[in-house]
């Protein structure tokens, strides 16, 4: 008897460790290139990208979405990682493409990191702002998150909103939302743009540069389907798909504020030199109120 419920615990916990195993990166994602500088680690837990003066190196998802409240935990390159880019973003096919950005701009040891964020609807970019972090990126792990709905697109950092980009298609602005897109990530040298627009080099002494990932976590997603060209929304924990509606709450709006005010460091919708015949339409209502 102890024997065979013993065995039957141990069946229960493999099968159960398969369930947990289930959102990890081998199931979910493609090493795509890098040539083995992208690796796979701890029974797929842990993705590590690396940079050397050959090659950076990427992943793509398996999956394609259309919306989808998608989290991601990053621990970006220690040390002097000027010179460095770290993207990770959603991005459709095709020559009017939709894409949502986080790119991170390593910095000299001690400089802050400037973290990059876009938005392309039909192949249309030009609407970055960039902020400085609360925190130091490369101490730990921190989780960015992007929430993509019919509504509007929230960029989240460790759950505190700081980015939002509203449904503004009755003001004549694209929305992205018939292009389904897929997570893609990469690690690679920008050090002709990059950091204080270039003047600091990739100090290739300091190589390899390693960016580590985990928690891949997109519970509330919208699965495409190419074969049967529509998508199946997965519902989250309590059943509800409240998550395809969901916008900023009052509390969610006053912390966004607070960041835009401390971190934001550029905002296209400020930068009237940019734009001497009036700001683009979305930025009548996209600004911090
Ligand atoms: C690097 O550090 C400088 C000095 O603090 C800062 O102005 C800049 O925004 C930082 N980021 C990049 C990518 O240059
Ligand atoms: C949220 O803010 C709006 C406008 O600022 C206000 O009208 C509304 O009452 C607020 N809602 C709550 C729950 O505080």
Known sequence: MASSSSKMLIILMVVGSFVLASANFYQNFDITWGDGRAQILN??????LSLD??????????????FGKIDMQLKLVPGNSAGTVTAYYLKS??????????EFLGNLSGDPYTLHTNVFSQGKGNREQQFHLWFDPIADFHTYSI???????????DGTPIREFKNTE???VAYLKSQPMRIYSSLWNADDWATRG??????WSQAPFTASYRNYNAVDVCVWSSSSGSSSCNSNSDNSDSWLSEQLDNTSQQKLNWVQKNYMIYDYCKDSKRFPQGFPP???????S
Do not use: M, R
């Open 43 to 48: 029974n797929g837990e842990l993705l590590t």
């Open 53 to 66: 003066k050959g090659s950076g190196s990427g992943f793509q998802s398996k999956n394609e979405y259309l």
């Open 93 to 102: 096919a095709g020559s009017a493409w939709d894409e949502i950005d986080f």
């Open 147 to 157: 929430l993509w709905n019919p509504q509007n697109i929230i960029f989240y950092v």
């Open 170 to 172: 009755s003001l004549g």
């Open 198 to 203: 270039g003047l600091i080099k990739t100090d």
């Open 282 to 288: 979305e930025c009548a209502v996209n600004n911090a």
